[in-house]
Each structure stands twice: as structure tokens, then as C-alpha cells.
């Protein structure tokens, strides 16, 4: 993806992907604090086109396990469409819901994996349980962009091969406030420093 796109050449995004024309990929980072200055990982940082579209989905696929009563990874992010798994690699038999709005579902008793994937096709947040064991919980944003990444324990994250262009970069994480919006900051992707986003975080 290789064409260096000035903020007022992004709506040319969307016609060039679809036509097939490399555009320049570039990296854009981002640096997630609380709002006392702490790094907070485990964030969700996601970057959506100015004045284009994303490009359409492809077929993809993710992986939830359940391991000794925990979900593994605790915080997930997919594009809408994705169809994630649920394998249960414990010796005991799990129960796996969610009443979220943007995806409502279960499933029943089992161990290993179950036989079909869950499809998750609208975005929002999914906060799933267990209805056997209380303490287990997890979290999976679902976005409109393939252009996503978690940050790691130092608040650091980075989104890699993204075209070049301007975006609008959001930051979530499932300590925010249910109703809280989604801190965003507008972006150029390549930048030399990374992008800064404050999330405002409820006491665990």
C-alpha cells in the first residue's frame, strides 16, 4: 500500500482500494494514560479513515479460550463479521453468554470446542460470562475497521501496515464508564510521535 495521501486526498481511499492501487502503508502509534497520567494497558485503540471508507471486510476468524476458569485474553478486538471460537481447554464443562445488545448468544454445557463459531456482525461492546462460574467475564469490542491494536504494559500500542492518510483514532477500555464515549483524536498515520489519548478509568 504505497501512495504518501495528503488529508484532502483521503476520499481517494476508498476508489483506490477497490481498483487495487498499493497505497503506502504506514505505522501510527499510540500512547493510552489514565486520567492521572498512569499507562493503562490493555486499552483498545482503533482508527477509522477521514473522508473515506474503510475498505470491506474480509473473512476472519479469532480465538477466546477458557483456561483454569478464566478467559484468555481477558480484552479482545475483532471487525465486525468475525466469526471467534470458544474452545473450553479446561477439564470441566463452561457455559458461555452474553445479554450485550451488540450480540446476544450462548453456549450450552461443553468441553473442547464447540461446533460452530460465534459470527459477531454488528460493532459495540460484548462483555461475556459464564453461567457456571461467576468470577469469569471477558470483554470483546467489535469495530467498523481492520486498523486496531491493544497496548501492551506500558500504554503503548501500535497499528501497523495502515495507509497513509488522516484518521480519526479512538481509545476504549472496560474500566471507562459503561455509557462513557470513546476518547478520539485526529490523526495522520506515519506520524513521528505517537498519537495521546486520556481514558477516564472507574476504580477496579
Known sequence: ??????????????????????VR??????????QTGAPVADAVVYAMPIGAKAPPPKTATAVIDQIKRRFVPLVSVV?????????????????????????????????????????????????MGCNIHDQMIAYLL?????????????????????????YRLAAWHY????QAPHPVRDVNAGAARPAALTVQLTSE
Open 142 to 166: 467489535v469495530v467498523d475497521t481492520p486498523w486496531f491494536a491493544k497496548t501492551d504494559a506500558s500504554g503503548q500500542a501500535s497499528i501497523d501496515d495502515i495507509p497513509a492518510g488522516a
Open 79 to 127: 471487525r465486525t463479521g468475525t466469526a471467534v471460537s470458544f474452545p473450553n481447554r479446561d477439564n470441566i464443562e463452561h457455559d458461555v453468554y452474553s445479554f450485550s445488545p451488540a450480540k446476544r448468544f450462548e453456549l450450552h454445557l461443553y468441553h473442547g470446542v464447540p461446533a460452530k463459531p460465534v459470527v459477531f456482525d454488528q460493532p459495540g461492546l460484548v462483555v
Open 1 to 22: 500500500m504505497r501512495i504518501k495521501a495528503r488529508a484532502g486526498l483521503t476520499g481517494l481511499f476508498g476508489l483506490l482500494c477497490l481498483h487495487g492501487v498499493q
Open 25 to 34: 502503508a504506514e505505522q501510527l502509534r499510540a500512547s493510552v494514560v489514565d
Open 175 to 178: 474500566r471507562m464508564p459503561a
